[in-house]
């Protein structure tokens, strides 16, 4: 029998100690390996289930380990199941339900679609192979084979022994537990930030010699940008070379990520979250992963949760590491994250798993499945997010565009001294700072120079905290609202961006709002639209390339400019004024739509 309950919350919650699932139980198995519809590899190993809360799903996750325990000669693996990790050689592999993420509906593939994104990024992921897993003959569902990331990872990644490492990792309820070697190194680094002034001279340098710091900065954006809230004091894991190495971080289960749970307590997997502030135990959104329970379920920033962002919070008041996190903020949102890579390494993993994910959901298409589009919409939006709360948090100032690339593949480039790893920069930069660039030629190429297309700048018009006025009430307004010279006088002043809160029994987001739209007393009745007025000036639209307007929307609108619709979204088109519906399901989509040069009128 397999002692799996029929419901339950999580493991800790029942009471349930003596399910066979819940024991560290290692069985004899054969593991056999079919590619292309051809066995490629029989194995005798060694099986456990593994995971936190997903165990008590009907198919477990499994881990399996080769060597002499099971009778066999062979303590690796014959074949490589990751072809983004040529070379390596594997001792134990980890087949993985999907974690949090193990409902269809959830995108079972969500952290192996994420990590997949880091692949870019000087970060130790996990590689990602899904497959059809099988059980004794019987179709169990889709899975992700996945590298373990204890210290066979490091073995196969790097090539120690255990005897030349040490590995770390970071336990939710105990803290940083030694899995291999000891915990030295690791408190060395966190006494000296500690008691070290942030603004001594040496401060970063000192930093940079315990741990990768390139790797560390890459490893907290890649966190920050997936908004993985199930993190920092949980679900990392940190090894390093004893050999005067230097400290690296794995990524691991990063299932919460774009947005798996609600925006409010506790998960706050929320697309405006200032994740600065999370990783460093600022602000008012904690949870069990950066801060202390108390009065259960309450948790705040204390003693007792220090140690779950101490590195990134010492590091955070430091000048030296500000302006490189600042620097590879920059370049990883106009590159890793950017909306065609986001949206080209999800289609191209679609292609591979959609077939499998339709049989084993008995019909589903992924592509159009309501939580795989709500997680693409999630990272899709993200980047304008972190954009914003970055330049908040260090006073930036305003943000200039700025693109580079090379008519030549293979192109890199070293932005401020930090790597850029793509060959097209498409993003933004800090207006009136200086950059410093150089190309990296691909071999058999020499740069002859540099070509500045045009001088144009970016000049905002109006940004996110630009005053506005609306209308919001149950009846429409005046039909000449929409011209230049209207009275809006009597009309709400507002600052954007503007929304609702969401409220809940335990708390209230206002889910990066400025202003809160109060839509009545009925809240199953709510006042169907809203209405914007703004004003903006051009002296001489001759000295402007072209006008974007980008537009931040729940669920349609219909765009006016003195007094002429210039486009709708989700706005049927014979509906007359006062009459519009949206069709639903759009929440704070971003839209950029350019505007006619002759929609542009000088003045006013």
Not at 105 to 123: E, F
Not at 214 to 234: A, C, K, S
Not at 574 to 589: H, I
Request: glycine share 8%; charged share 25%.
């Amino acid at each position: 029998e397999n002692g799996l309950p029929t419901e339950q919350k999580c493991l800790t919650d029942v009471g349930i100690t003596k399910a066979n699932f819940l024991q560290d139980w290692k069985r004899p198995v054969v593991f056999e390996y079919i590619k292309d519809g051809k066995s490629v590899m029989t194995h005798e190993m060694e099986a456990a289930v593994i995971g936190g809360c997903s165990r008590k799903n009907e198919v477990q996750s499994l881990k399996f380990k080769a060597g002499k325990k099971v009778g066999s000669t062979k303590e690796y693996l014959e074949v490589n199941p990751f072809e983004d990790r040529p070379g390596n050689k594997y001792s134990s592999l980890h087949l993985r339900n999907g974690g949090n993420a193990y409902e269809a509906s959830q995108v079972r593939i969500r952290d192996g679609y994420m990590q997949s994104l880091s692949k870019v990024m000087n970060i130790d992921y996990q590689a990602f192979q899904p497959v059809a897993y099988y059980l004794n003959g019987k179709y169990k569902g889709l899975m992700g084979l996945r590298e373990r990331t204890n210290k066979d990872y490091v073995e196969a990644n790097y090539g120690l022994d255990e005897e030349d490492m040490e590995h770390m990792e970071l336990v939710n309820e105990s803290g940083v537990e030694a899995k291999v070697g000891t915990l030295d190194w690791y408190k060395a680094l966190v006494s000296f930030l500690e008691n070290n002034s942030p603004g001594a001279a040496n401060y970063f340098e000192t930093a940079c010699k315990y741990m990768d710091m390139d790797e560390y900065i890459d490893f907290q954006l890649f966190e920050h940008f997936i908004v993985n809230t199930d993190w920092p004091g949980n679900n990392a894991k940190i090894w390093r070379d004893k050999k005067n190495g230097k400290l690296r971080w794995i990524i691991y289960d990063t299932d919460f990520g774009l947005g798996l749970y609600t925006a409010g307590w506790p998960n706050y997997c929320d697309v405006n979250l200032n994740s600065i502030e999370w990783a460093a135990g600022l602000g008012d959104n904690v949870n069990w992963a950066n801060g202390t329970e108390y009065e259960g379920p309450k948790y705040t920033f204390d003693e007792h949760s220090k140690w779950k962002v101490t590195i990134f919070a010492h590091l955070l008041q430091n000048p030296q590491f500000q302006e490189k996190f600042i620097n590879k903020t920059l370049i990883h949102l106009a590159t890793t994250f950017s909306n065609e890579r986001v949206q080209a390494v999800w289609d191209s993993l679609v292609q591979v798993v959609e077939g499998e994910y339709c049989a084993f959901t008995k019909g589903t298409n992924l592509a159009e499945m309501d939580g795989a589009k709500n997680m693409i919409n999630f990272a899709l939006q993200r980047p304008e997010k972190m954009y914003d709360y970055t330049a908040d948090y260090f006073d930036l100032g305003d943000y200039v565009n700025l693109e580079y690339s090379s008519d030549v593949d293979g192109v890199k480039y070293i932005m401020n001294g930090d790597f850029v790893n793509s060959s097209v920069y498409k993003g933004r930069y800090i207006s009136g700072n200086p950059i410093k660039l150089e190309a990296v030629a691909p071999q058999g190429y020499k740069f002859k120079y540099w070509e500045m297309k045009d001088s144009l700048s970016y000049v905002e018009l109006m940004g996110n905290k630009t005053p506005w006025k609306y209308f919001y009430q149950s009846e429409s307004p005046e039909s000449a609202w929409k011209t230049v010279g209207f009275d809006d006088s009597d009309w709400m002043d507002g600052v954007g961006k503007m929304g609702y809160s969401i409220e809940t029994e335990e708390s209230k987001s206002n889910l990066g709002y400025n202003t809160i739209l109060d839509f009545g007393e009925n809240s199953e009745n709510k006042y169907m639209r809203a209405y914007f007025r703004n004003v903006f000036t051009v002296q001489d639209k001759s000295e402007f390339k072209e006008f974007i307007a980008k537009i931040v929307y729940d669920d349609g609108y219909i765009f006016y400019l003195n007094g002429k619709e210039i486009c709708r979204q989700k706005v049927a088109n014979d509906l007359k004024e006062g009459e519009e519906y949206a069709k639903p399901d759009s929440e704070d989509a971003v839209e950029e739509v350019t505007i006619s040069m002759d929609d542009i009128v000088e003045g006013e």
